[in-house]
């Protein structure tokens, strides 16, 4: 009956000792995946964070590219204007220049001084014109590359 107290008890003994090992084993584990847990988590929140950086870049870029097209376009629409001022203001002196004409025709003398006067005043009128057209054209690149 000893012998066989004895055979139970180093069998319940080995069994708890097996048990307790699993227990340690066990716990090991747990402590690895708590480790890798927090890690996850960094990798996770630091991933999101690159996409959403990613995104503000692109949002950034998208919107970069709308206002150089807008201003692109906002300076093209001036430069028609002044174009087309100029070439209105040309037009206006080619009809000043024949009105000129068909007076000096009728009044020589008199007519050639006031075409000389108009001539000069016409001439600082395009060179003035002109100024401005380059003013304008200059400040056009000029928004331009502070757009850029």
Same mark, same amino acid.
């Given at each position: $009956?000893?012998?066989? =107290?004895?055979?139970? /008890?180093?069998? @319940?003994? !080995?069994? +708890?000792? &097996?048990?307790? *090992? #699993?227990? %340690?084993?066990?716990?090991?584990?747990?402590?690895?995946?708590?480790?890798?847990?927090?890690?996850?988590?960094?990798?996770?929140?630091?991933?999101?964070?690159?996409?959403?950086?990613?995104?503000?870049?692109?949002?950034?870029?998208?919107?970069?590219?709308?206002?150089?097209?807008? $201003?692109?376009?906002? =300076?093209?629409?001036? /430069?028609?204007? @002044?174009? !087309?001022? +100029?070439? &209105?203001?040309? *037009? #206006?002196? %080619?009809?000043?220049?024949?009105?000129?004409?068909?007076?000096?025709?009728?009044?020589?003398?008199?007519?050639?001084?006031?075409?000389?006067?108009?001539?000069?005043?016409?001439?600082?009128?395009?060179?003035?014109?002109?100024?401005?057209?380059?003013?304008?054209?200059?400040?056009?690149?000029?928004?331009?590359?502070?757009?850029?």
């Amino acid at each position: $009956a000893r012998q066989q =107290m004895a055979a139970e /008890l180093e069998s @319940v003994t !080995e069994s +708890f000792t &097996e048990m307790r *090992l #699993k227990v %340690i084993k066990q716990q090991e584990v747990i402590k690895q995946l708590a480790a890798k847990q927090p890690q996850e988590a960094r990798q996770q929140q630091e991933a999101r964070q690159q996409q959403e950086a990613r995104q503000q870049q692109e949002a950034r870029q998208q919107l970069a590219v709308k206002q150089q097209q807008e $201003a692109r376009q906002q =300076m093209a629409a001036e /430069l028609e204007s @002044v174009t !087309e001022s +100029f070439t &209105e203001m040309r *037009l #206006k002196v %080619i009809k000043q220049q024949e009105v000129i004409k068909q007076l000096a025709a009728k009044q020589p003398q008199e007519a050639r001084q006031q075409q000389e006067a108009r001539q000069q005043q016409e001439a600082r009128q395009q060179q003035e014109a002109r100024q401005q057209q380059e003013a304008r054209q200059q400040l056009a690149v000029k928004q331009q590359q502070e757009a850029r």
